[in-house]
């Protein structure tokens, strides 16, 4: 054997060898496969797709794309033989009658809809008639007895409408031992304010706004208190008061201050765990009409059935649902959504894949659940959980995602949802692994948890996070990072220009689906224990 073939020979021995380690080892992420990921995304944004939106047909070529897509990868159908959940709801509509008229201490005070009043219905009913209702503040609008909180402490709201301000007094105290300081507590949400407020039995609730303790300005309130909104049938509509909306920030001020009150005022005031509600010497008539449709739509699911403990589960989610055709901008009308969430449906979709094709079973089941109506306030993803394939006890844990933007490498895994249960350690462990570190929502005052679809699993006891690099970049750094995600939010987000872009670097979404590979992996052993809820 002469010298170029031995080491000929030699290595073929090596690359034998290691085939046969690295398959031992079996690092599953190598079977990642980006060209499938463009795929999806490439497909699910097209304009065909017209933008996702319930109840047309772009709703029905994405259910149906997505169905085939989980019955290519292995995937069951979840519910009985079908991949497809049908969610019942109501769209409403509601459109204010002339403008909203408030009576303070005698004066008359006219506020035009929806420029100095955002408000709606969330009622079914076709007109609805609020007269004379009296106004009530009460402060934050929170019962926390954890935080020996009650801003309704004696007080009767019958047939009255509470006036609260959003956020928690965390944010305005800036006291780390207020709430959770700076950052924002469920019962900083205008969701909890509405509901708590209709608990109660209010007739109506408004916020007064704030840019920075909403984490947005007064057009998004003002938008969606004329757009139709999606209700569960049913469920949410019990859940609400008869009128439900935002006051700007000056509108509150015109009214409160004939009675001696600035905003500094009522702020103060509601800082205090003493602090009393009380009745104003207000009142608000409005007169409103409802547009109502009932309709459903489809949550898609696919299942894995793990082969030791198959009615235990980790459920990964991924909203289907975008905004359809709208208003047109920069002369494009199709909010194709392909960041929000084409290319999170890709991750969805290669971690199931890559699952789906290991050797042997997961221990445990693995749900891939794909949402409807996410963007309408995750309405698919609240009635799975009341309606879910294997019992919400048995659900050990969710991983969602919402917004991958491909920007090649990140150091960082931001946490939307640190804090929240024991899935931080195990992320910090493969962390390391990977060379990458944690880093908690820098913007948690703005609430970010609870508006994606994880959230209505964490609040039935599921651990549950939002999870992807965002803020550090391996070859750009901190301060472009954030520049580009600030670029996203303010000129892509929720716009015509969400396209597919073939010059995307999708290594930091490769990585992040690692990530949560090794994570899901990790979950469906039936030896490991199952994570926990923090505090
Ligand atoms: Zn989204």
Redesign the pocket.
Known sequence: MNRICSSFASVVIISILSLFISSCKENPARYISVDDMKRVVRDLSDDSFMGRKPFTEGERLSVEYIAKELSDIGFEPAFGDSYYQEVPMIQITSKVNGSAKIIVKGEELILSAPDQIAVSSPSPEENIEIKNSKLVFCGFGIVAPEYGWDDFKGIDLKGKTVVVLINDPGLYSQEKSIFKGNEMTYYGRWTYKWEQAAKLGAEGILIIHDELGAGYGFNVPRNSSITSRLFIDNRDILKNSKLTGWLTAESATEIFSKMGYSLEDLRAISLKASFVPFETDAVISVNIDNHIEKNSSKNVAGILRGGKTPDEAVIITA?WDHFGVGEKQSGDSIYNGAV??GTTMAWAFEIGRVISKQRSKPDRSVILLFPTA??QGLTGSYYYVANPVIPIEKTIACLNN??MVPRGKMRDITMIGYGYSTLDSLYEKFATDMDRYLLPDPSSHTGLFFR?DHFPFYKAGVPSIWAMGCFDSREHGKEWAEQSWDYFIKSVYHRPSDNYNQNWDWAGVVEDTELALRVVLWLTSSTNPRPKLLN
Do not use: A, G
Request: no cysteine; glycine share 0%; hydrophobic share 10%.
């Open positions: 909203h929000d969430n996410e963007e919402d917004m994606s």
